[in-house]
């Protein structure tokens, strides 16, 4: 998907039974942005049943090429600095965001989906 700086997204989820979701953004150059909440801090109670969108939107920085956007799925609130610490050890600096592998955190579902900014 391209977008551009300025450009404006909200996000639909399906939790599948969990509870709540964190959600957070990694750029070319390995900043890691918090999106929801949006602040550091724990992961936000969300419907578990049925599809919904988050509150609030994301309005796209100036920050070009590749970005992927992850949302974690749990039964329990995460914390941000424990969903940092899994995605520093799984996109170690120069990583390739496109060709990512997995990210695990412990009693999390993840899904995500990768940007391209212009």
Do not use: N
């Amino acid at each position: 998907m391209h977008l551009g700086e300025g450009d404006q997204i909200q996000f639909r989820y399906r939790a599948s039974g969990r509870q709540y979701v964190l959600v957070v953004s990694v750029d070319g150059k390995g900043v890691t942005t918090p999106l929801y909440p949006e602040v550091p801090g724990e992961s936000l109670k969300v419907a578990p049943d049925g599809e919904h969108v988050l509150e609030g939107s994301v309005i796209l920085d100036d920050a070009k090429g590749p970005e992927r956007i992850f949302a974690f799925f749990s039964d329990q609130p995460l914390s941000y600095a424990e969903v940092v610490d899994r995605l520093k050890e799984a996109l170690p600096p120069g990583s390739d965001l496109v060709e990512l592998g997995g990210v695990e955190v412990k009693g999390a579902d993840l899904e995500s989906v990768l940007i391209i900014k212009e």
